[in-house]
């Protein structure tokens, strides 16, 4: 099987089928891979990430009323845009999902997701007290003790309303390593012999008859 892509979904889905060592898993992706690159790994590092080797950097087409010099980050690393995101990580509400249900999303009841939500090997947990920023404490504290706004320590512990609180965040707090698709789902398993990592690789074509071919990809450093 080859995936075309080792972002987010394609980290999860190598890894999910490699895990069948009937299967052979061929993941493809055109940026470098991130293990041992602590740039990448530490998600405190994120915003330097951003329109650098790591970043597709896409322009927008030219708007007749201005804001055309806006940029649209998109990562080019094993591990997609998990590698270089914040990993803020929220259960979507009970509502959402039912909005979906309702949409024709058979399957994505709250109830269905919430089981699945549980299986996610993403570390996932409230900003850690020694991470939090002083002013973000203080704004925290403000909005309960001017506005009465409801203290959320874990927003994914319950269904809320609304409230205030502290991002839960997809990290290891003791190593400050960002739990991305990558880290996550690839790197315990980079020893499989039935999967095929190709980073720095392209696939510049795709025949559903014979698989996918690929080639180094533009600008690759190797
Ligand atoms: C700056 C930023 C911050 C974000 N913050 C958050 C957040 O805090 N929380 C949250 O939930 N979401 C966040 N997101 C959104 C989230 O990261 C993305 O929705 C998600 O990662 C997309 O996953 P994906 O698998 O669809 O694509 P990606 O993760 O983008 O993966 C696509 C991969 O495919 C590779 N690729 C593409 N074409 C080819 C090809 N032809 N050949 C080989 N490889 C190819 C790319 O190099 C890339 O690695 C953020 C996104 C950005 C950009």
Redesign the pocket.
């Known amino acids: 099987m080859v995936i ?7 980290s999860v889905v190598a890894s999910r089928l490699s895990a069948d060592p009937e299967l052979r898993v061929a993941l ?4 470098p891979s991130d293990v041992g690159d602590q740039a990448i790994l530490q998600l405190r590092n994120w915003l330097n990430l ?1 329109e650098g080797d790591y970043d597709y950097d896409y322009p927008i087409t030219p708007q007749p009323r201005g804001n055309s010099h806006l940029r649209h ?5 094993l591990g ?3 590698s ?6 929220f259960l979507p509400p009970p509502d959402d999902f039912a909005d979906w249900v309702k949409a024709g999303a058979t399957g994505w009841s709250y109830e269905e997701m919430v089981p699945l939500w549980k299986r996610l090997a993403i570390s996932i947990t409230p900003v850690a007290e020694r991470d939090r920023n002083p002013l973000a404490e203080d704004f925290v504290t403000a909005c309960h003790t001017a506005l009465g706004v409801p203290v959320h320590q874990d927003f994914n512990a319950a269904p809320f309303a609304d409230g205030t609180g502290f991002f839960p965040v997809g990290y290891h707090p003791e190593t400050g390593i960002r739990s991305s698709a990558s880290v996550a789902y690839l790197h315990p398993h980079l020893d499989r012999p039935n999967l095929t990592i190709l980073t720095e ?4 074509h795709l025949d559903p008859d014979r698989g996918s071919r690929s080639a180094p ?1 533009p600008g690759s450093r190797s």
């Open positions: 075309v892509g080792g972002g987010t979904a394609g493809i992706e055109g940026g951003l980050a998109r990562a080019r690393v997609g845009c998990s270089h995101n914040t990993m803020i990580s690789h392209w696939a510049s990809a």
